[in-house]
């Protein structure tokens, strides 16, 4: 059963770059999967970001899409999002998730627990 | 404001059935993209419930089910029990978004 674990800083300064990683347990990073990253602001609903595959295709949410950029490392069995120029509007939680379907019908059965961060001077 | 709408809140005694609704348009769920349901308690990951409209992953009770029809979909509650008191939200996927993954605002399902 493949298992997720989001790390990364949990406080980040306005105009600075969200980085954080997705472990990949239980499976491989570069199976047959999409990898997704959604957050989720306090108290609020979820938003999707974006995916990707582990040969480097991927999708991003237009909202985001000219700050985002996520990546896969294959020797560490992982996956990555980068968020340039946060607000506090990008205050957070994040998740990482495994992505399965057709294209326009993906769906995500396994979720990490999810990461909060902050965006704060 | 969300690309697909539902209630914010809905409630039920248990034993009771509920539904939550999820509004769409042409280009989502009136497209006959499939539709998804996640649950998520209070300070957890979401939850995968209902996947492709009206399938239960294993282990999904089948107090659970879901229905799509013209722009909208939803999800069924019955035999409504305390655990359920949870948030509860759609998911779809928008042509007109560049191909983008959406989600219902979410509703709040209180056991009475």
């Known amino acids: 059963q493949v298992q997720l674990q989001e790390s990364g800083p949990r406080l980040v300064k306005p105009s600075g770059t969200l980085s954080l990683t997705c472990a990949v347990s239980?499976?491989?990073?570069?199976?047959?999967?999409?990898w997704t990253w959604v957050r989720q602001p306090p108290g609020t609903g979820l938003e999707w970001i974006g995916e990707?595959?582990?040969?480097?295709?991927?999708n991003y949410n237009p909202s985001l899409k000219s700050r985002v950029t996520m990546s896969v490392d294959k020797s560490k069995n992982q996956f990555s999002l980068n968020l340039n120029s946060v607000t506090a509007a990008d205050t957070a939680i994040y998740f990482c998730?495994?992505?399965?379907?057709?294209?326009?019908?993906?769906?995500?059965?396994?979720w990490g627990q999810g990461i909060l961060v902050t965006v704060s001077s | 404001q969300s690309v697909l709408t539902q209630p914010p809140s809905v409630s039920g005694a248990p034993g009771q059935r509920v539904t939550i609704s999820c509004s769409g348009s042409?280009?989502?769920?009136?497209?006959?993209?499939?539709v998804h349901w996640y649950q998520q308690l209070p300070g957890r990951a979401p939850k995968l419930l209902i996947y492709?409209?009206?399938n239960r992953p294993s282990g999904v009770p089948d107090r659970f089910s879901g229905s799509s029809s013209g722009t909208s979909a939803s999800l069924a509650i019955s035999g409504l029990q305390a655990e359920d008191e949870a948030d509860y939200f759609c998911?779809?996927?928008?042509?007109?978004?560049?191909?983008?993954?959406?989600f219902g605002g979410g509703t709040k399902l209180t056991v009475l």
């Open positions: 998730a495994r992505a399965v379907g057709r294209p326009s019908g993906r769906y995500f059965p396994v």
């Open positions: 239980g499976g491989s990073v570069s199976s047959t999967n999409w």
């Open positions: 990707i595959y582990h040969s480097a295709g991927t």
């Open positions: 042409g280009s989502n769920i009136g497209a006959g993209y499939d």
């Open positions: 492709n409209d009206d």
């Open positions: 998911q779809s996927f928008d042509s007109n978004l560049s191909g983008s993954r959406v």
